[in-house]
């Protein structure tokens, strides 16, 4: 009887180093994972590179516009969140305001970070550190970003966040950066160079 075992090596063994993952590459294995790629296959998992920083002003809207934030333990809680998530430089803070029914941010992502994950920290922190006081839904669903193009455009967006309470004709309102200045990041250098 002839045996099929070669060099040494048990077939799992072989399966196992078929399905190694070299450094930067992610492999499937299909016999484990039915939705995989077929064995061999890869993928790149990219980090996001970014030749050059961006600042943006982003909106997120409550679900359905409902008041979430209108109770102040609620808008506390945000912020607490917000300046968690920079302090651990995920991200710049340059100015902020919790309304009611929506937030702004404008925000300089880390250069390991992309924008769409400084969101999924801001929204995703704030409705797990909420969880035990809220039920339902918080988010709507997207967010609106915009990408700042100069120091102007920095100066108009940060008036504007600033202002928002203002316009809504809310007096002294607590829940804006310019009550925060103490913890707020200034110009971003790529704006004043």
């Known amino acids: 009887m002839q045996s099929h075992r070669m060099s040494g090596h048990s077939r799992e063994a072989r399966?196992?180093?078929?399905?190694?993952?070299?450094?930067?590459?992610?492999?499937?294995?299909p016999a484990t994972n039915p939705g995989?790629?077929?064995?061999?296959?890869?993928?790149?998992?990219?980090?996001?590179?970014?030749?050059?920083?961006?600042?943006?002003?982003?909106?997120i809207s409550t679900f359905q516009q409902h008041r979430h934030f209108q109770r102040t333990a609620n808008a506390e809680l945000f912020i607490t969140t917000l300046f968690q998530h920079r302090d651990k430089t995920r991200f710049q803070l340059h100015g902020f305001v919790v309304m009611p029914d929506h937030i702004h941010v404008l925000i300089t992502p880390a250069e390991?970070?992309?924008?769409?994950?400084?969101?999924?920290?801001?929204?995703?922190?704030?409705?797990?550190?909420?969880?035990?006081?809220?039920a339902g839904e918080i988010w709507h669903s997207g967010?609106?970003?915009?990408?700042?193009?100069d120091a102007v455009d920095f100066s108009n967006q940060l008036v504007y966040i600033a202002n928002n309470p203002t316009r809504k004709q809310y007096e002294d309102y607590p829940h804006v950066h310019t009550n925060y200045l103490d913890r707020i990041d200034p110009i971003p250098v790529h704006f004043v160079s």
């Open 143 to 149: 967010y609106h970003d915009h990408r700042i193009r």
């Open 112 to 134: 390991d970070q992309s924008t769409a994950k400084c969101v999924q920290y801001i929204k995703g922190g704030y409705s797990f550190a909420a969880r035990q006081q809220t």
């Open 15 to 29: 399966t196992a180093s078929r399905y190694a993952k070299p450094s930067g590459l992610a492999l499937s294995n």
């Open 36 to 59: 995989a790629l077929a064995p061999g296959v890869c993928f790149l998992s990219m980090a996001t590179i970014r030749q050059k920083p961006n600042t943006y002003a982003i909106t």
